[in-house]
């Protein structure tokens, strides 16, 4: 018991990667704010650009 309490307790205390979760909160509000701003005529283009690159993840 005394194992899964220290190891509990680390994971807690565990700061590493934290600026990495950061940084990708604030690109996908970034992104959700520009998203809001764009005309509607630009987001099919943009969707298309991102269906693109999704299938190109998916086919390596």
């Known amino acids: 018991m005394a194992k899964l ?3 509990a307790h680390r994971l ?3 700061v590493r990667g ?3 979760i950061e ?3 604030l690109a996908a509000s970034f992104a959700v704010v ?3 701003f764009l005309p ?3 987001m099919p283009a943009v969707s298309t650009i991102f269906s693109k690159v ?3 993840f998916n086919a390596s």
Do not use: E
């Open 12 to 14: 807690w205390n565990d």
């Open 34 to 36: 520009v998203a809001g």
């Open 40 to 42: 509607p005529t630009v």
């Open 5 to 7: 309490y220290y190891t």
């Open 54 to 56: 999704i299938s190109g």
């Open 23 to 25: 940084y990708a909160l």
């Open 18 to 20: 934290q600026d990495l």
